[in-house]
């Protein structure tokens, strides 16, 4: 008797006694066939994601996210957070004193002379201009008041500024 033919590395056969190569099926997106003669495909696991016909997962990329098992694509992260090195399951909330475009890897602090009191900001318009009395560095949440007796202009960004 001839040896059965196995299913190629990204096809599966769950039935008994295919008698051709068309009783392969390919392995359905968001889960992979990783070996030959495959007889169910394995679920891709949260953070990656799988093609139609994958012998793997794929990790989901920097600024990208999956939270769900068995998806065939990753989710950019959404403006107002970030989602820092690959494989995330989640994002994170972009932090006060920071702002956060869509497919952030890491917040964008806030420049000097700015200020940003609350989270989740998703465009450098989040960030404030410091104001007057007040200085702000690079990344403020809240502005720094100026010693007692000095002041500042609006838009200030070092303690050098109140005079």
Known sequence: TKAPTLCAAGK??????????????????????????????????????????????????????????????????????????????????CPAGAYCPAGATAPTLCAAGKYNPNTGGTASTACLKCPAGSYCEKGTITPIACPDGKTSVAGSDALSDCK
């Open 12 to 93: 599966y056969n769950p039935n008994t006694g295919g008698t051709a190569s068309t009783a392969c099926k390919t392995c359905p997106a968001g889960s992979y066939c990783p070996t030959t003669g495959t007889v169910t495909p394995i679920t891709c696991k949260a953070g990656t994601y799988c093609v139609a016909g994958a012998t793997a997962e794929k990790v989901c990329a920097a600024g990208y996210y999956n939270g769900q098992t068995g998806q065939s694509v990753c989710t950019k992260c959404p403006a107002g957070s970030y989602c820092s090195g690959t494989g995330n399951t989640q994002m994170t909330v």
